[in-house]
């Protein structure tokens, strides 16, 4: 079974402020990533597909980078609506999510 | 637009039985694989079963193969989630999500999600 690591569980960030979530597979995942967020009470919602490829409708602050068993989830000029968990998952091998990354101001 | 709308969910012994419902609308159903997830008061996802576009293959999570079984209706666009042998663990809120996938080889994603419907196993 792949493994799927996130850092840190938790932030604290201010408003304008660029930050990095990053994820690690426990094997090689290639380019197999998503990301996708969940604001408090709601349902999640997709933000990237494939490592990289932003998904329709979301902003572009939000971008994700990586290949292999590291990647990286970035918000920049983050604000106030930003403010949720974030997870990451592997589609490489069935399917895995990480842990969970809170995002508070 | 594309809809996932749940039902099914209730409280339920330990030991019980449950079924879980997912009516989808706004796109092609036959062409979509479907998942079904869940989410433990305060923790995070955890994936559980998955279904092909025309179910010729499903796939389970560890911890619920053999008690849990993903079925789909493409003449009534349902897709859903039987439940057996019910324990304190399955206690969660379930969505159901439309699988999606792009590129070659393709790289599979959840783009649309269900309400979420709350299964609590408890005597």
């Known amino acids: 079974d792949i493994q799927m690591t996130q850092s840190p569980s938790s932030l604290s960030a201010s408003a304008g402020d660029t930050i990095t979530i990053s994820c690690r597979a426990s094997h090689n995942i290639s380019f197999f990533l998503n990301w996708y967020q969940q604001k408090p009470g709601r349902t999640p919602e997709l933000l990237i597909s494939a490592a990289s490829i932003l998904h329709s409708g979301v902003p572009k602050r939000f971008s994700g980078s990586g290949s292999g068993t590291d990647f990286t989830l970035t918000i920049s000029s983050l604000q106030l609506e930003d403010v949720a968990t974030y997870y990451c998952?592997?589609?490489?091998?069935?399917?895995?999510f990480g842990g969970g990354t809170k995002v508070e101001f | 637009q594309v809809q996932l709308v749940q039902s099914g969910g209730a409280v339920v012994q330990p030991g019980g039985s449950l079924r879980l419902s997912c009516a989808a609308s706004g796109f092609t159903f036959s062409n979509f694989g479907m998942h079904w997830v869940r989410q433990a008061p305060g923790k995070g996802l955890e994936w559980v079963a998955y279904i092909w576009y025309d179910a010729s293959n499903s796939y389970y999570e560890d911890s619920v193969k053999g008690r849990f079984t993903i079925s789909r209706d493409s003449s009534k666009n349902m897709v859903f989630l039987q439940m057996n042998s019910l324990g304190a663990e399955d206690t969660a809120v379930y969505y159901c999500?439309?699988?999606?996938?792009?590129?070659?080889?393709?790289?599979?994603?959840?783009?649309?999600w269900g309400q979420g419907t709350l299964v609590t196993v408890s005597s």
């Open positions: 999500a439309r699988n999606a996938d792009r590129g070659y080889p393709p790289a599979p994603y959840f783009d649309h």
């Open positions: 998952q592997q589609s490489y091998s069935v399917f895995t």
